[in-house]
């Protein structure tokens, strides 16, 4: 895998990158060192996590992730030099006051969240330093529209841009990103740390699979236009976009142990929609007409897709790490992209 350039940053990755929010409820930690190690080893050099995780969030797994990583870091002098380093900081509580006792996400609140970070990951600097969702009222995580009606006081974008750049300036962060934003969130972030000499997100990481494409109509113009990379989440749908739920359902008692078949939680969500699921069966289908396994349909996907600089991968074993990594070169024809596309004018974006 040749490295890609991260938006206008020297941050320099591969162009698949290790999700790590499994770590510390579906992986134990030593599970969660060797997939890191056999990551590595595969010449993965670039790491995502976040405060918040592992996922599904609890008080008792707050930080985990993060601390795992710390912890493998420190038994393998000299990984952290190879690696890209990319963690989150959490945004308003969403029903997880054990982040912070605020409800909001002031400048404050970021400067202590990194400095958390930076103890949990046994590391002097975050190399790309994101925040999670937007701390202002945005249509996100299954929410369809906006509702200017909710709208209410909070950290001005300005704001958050000052923490960071200050964190930036204190070397304790290298780069900026987003996560789960907007074409207007992109684009005021861009506007006012190039008016204010302030720094300027690197990227963006949203979900982006066959089964939510909601990116391709708006924010990737602003994305193309504004220099800003996208890191895909999900690529295999939580799971759908495997072909393992599509005779079992996530329902049920026979179904395969995935998250989705786990946690109850997961099922309210985007993801378990039975929309969802409907059309990740007819992906998966098509892959199988095309002598594909529906997984490396969804990963190609992404992995030649124009619009994504890495896409973030999540496993539970080092055997779904390597098949995840497989995938790569993967190759989709004119023909079959059309087909992909037919699939998604009936469908939509099921799991936005």
């Known amino acids: 895998m040749n490295l890609v350039s991260l938006g206008q940053s020297d941050l320099r990755v591969t162009p698949i990158c290790l999700g790590t929010m499994t770590f510390g409820q579906q992986v134990a930690e030593a599970e969660s060192h060797h997939i890191l190690s056999r990551s590595l080893e595969r010449g993965v050099n670039f790491i995502d996590t976040a405060e918040m995780y592992a996922v599904p969030a609890t008080a008792e797994t707050c930080g985990a992730t993060e601390t795992f990583i710390g912890n493998w870091l420190a038994k393998n002098p000299g990984a952290r030099q190879k690696l890209v380093l990319a963690t989150k900081v959490a945004g308003p ?49 299954g ?70 494409r909601s990116l391709d109509n708006g924010l990737d113009e602003t994305m193309h236009h504004l220099g800003v990379s996208l890191l895909a989440y999900s690529p295999l749908g939580f799971g759908l976009l495997t072909g393992k739920y599509d005779s079992t359902g996530i329902h049920g008692v ?19 929609r039975p929309e969802a699921l409907a059309a990740a069966k007819r992906y998966n289908q098509l892959a199988r007409d095309n002598g594909l396994t529906p997984a490396q349909l969804a990963l190609a996907f992404c992995y030649t ?21 497989d995938a790569w070169g993967t190759e989709l024809s ?15 974006d099921p799991a936005q």
């Not at 074409?183 to 690197?202: C, M, N, S, T």
């Not at 994504?308 to 080092?318: K, P």
């Not at 004119?334 to 939509?348: G, N, S, T, V």
Request: hydrophobic content about 40%; overall charge positive.
């Open 334 to 348: 004119p023909e079959l992209l059309k087909q992909i596309d037919a699939i998604r004018w009936e469908y939509r």
């Open 254 to 272: 026979a179904q395969p142990q995935g998250r989705m078949a786990i946690y109850e939680s997961m099922q309210k969500q985007r993801w378990g």
């Open 143 to 212: 929410a369809l529209y906006f509702d200017p009606k909710k709208d209410r006081a909070g950290t001005s974008i300005h704001e958050q841009l000052q923490a960071l750049g200050e964190l930036v300036k204190a070397g304790k962060v290298r780069y900026i990103g987003l996560s789960n934003e907007t074409p207007y969130g992109v684009h005021e972030f861009v506007r006012l740390a190039e008016q204010h000499g302030l720094p300027r997100v690197a990227t963006v990481q949203n979900p982006y699979c066959l089964i939510n």
């Open 305 to 325: 897709n124009w619009r994504v600089a890495s896409t973030i991968i999540g496993v539970t074993s080092v055997a779904q790490l390597d098949e995840c990594l």
């Open 93 to 141: 509580s969403r029903g997880m006051p054990w982040i912070r006792a605020g409800q909001g996400m002031t400048g404050q609140d970021i400067l202590a969240s990194c400095e958390a970070s930076l103890r949990r990951l046994q590391t002097d600097v975050i190399d790309l330093y994101q925040i999670h969702w937007p701390e202002r009222n945005v249509p996100a995580f």
